[in-house]
């Protein structure tokens, strides 16, 4: 009798082992899926705001050079408006490059925790197995 409880509670710590990483990783995909879509967002904002400062910035060009009396298209306010047009690029290229840094990241943050909580799982089975079998040597199976 006392194999089968033995055998019953290993099965039952397997079980709840199982349930409980089930759990975990959900958790942790929800987790991951809101931390993702938020550095996304913080990212889409900052692009539309970077645009705007350029808008503004470009405008503001236009503007001065009217007011100096030079044409607002053409000569060199045109290579002042593309000059501020490259550096909102940079700025960009290196805001998307910092983006996928953060998510990369964030990936091998959660990769981590996923390989902790499988060899967590692994050492409970093997726990269970262990007090099994240490269980049937103590016990005849004719108790």
């Known amino acids: 009798m006392g194999a089968i409880t033995s055998l019953a509670a290993a ?17 942790a995909a929800s987790d991951r899926q809101v931390r993702t879509q938020t550095l996304i967002d913080n990212a889409a904002e ?23 009396g ?27 490059t910092q983006l996928k840094d953060s998510l990369a990241g964030l990936d091998a943050e959660y990769k ?3 390989d902790r909580n499988l060899l967590s799982y692994d050492s409970s089975l093997a726990r269970a197995g262990t007090s ?11 108790d």
């Open 11 to 27: 099965g039952l710590e397997t079980a709840l082992a199982s349930k409980r990483a089930k759990t975990e990783d959900q958790s």
């Open 70 to 96: 030079v044409a607002s298209s053409g000569g060199s306010i045109d290579a002042v408006l593309q000059g501020l047009q490259e550096d909102a690029d940079a700025d960009q290229a290196a805001t998307t």
């Open 112 to 114: 981590q925790r996923s």
């Open 46 to 68: 900052d692009r539309r705001s970077t645009d705007a400062a350029l808008k503004r910035r470009q405008a503001q060009e236009r503007a001065r050079a009217g007011a100096a």
């Open 132 to 142: 099994l079998l240490s269980g049937l040597s103590r016990r005849s199976l004719l």
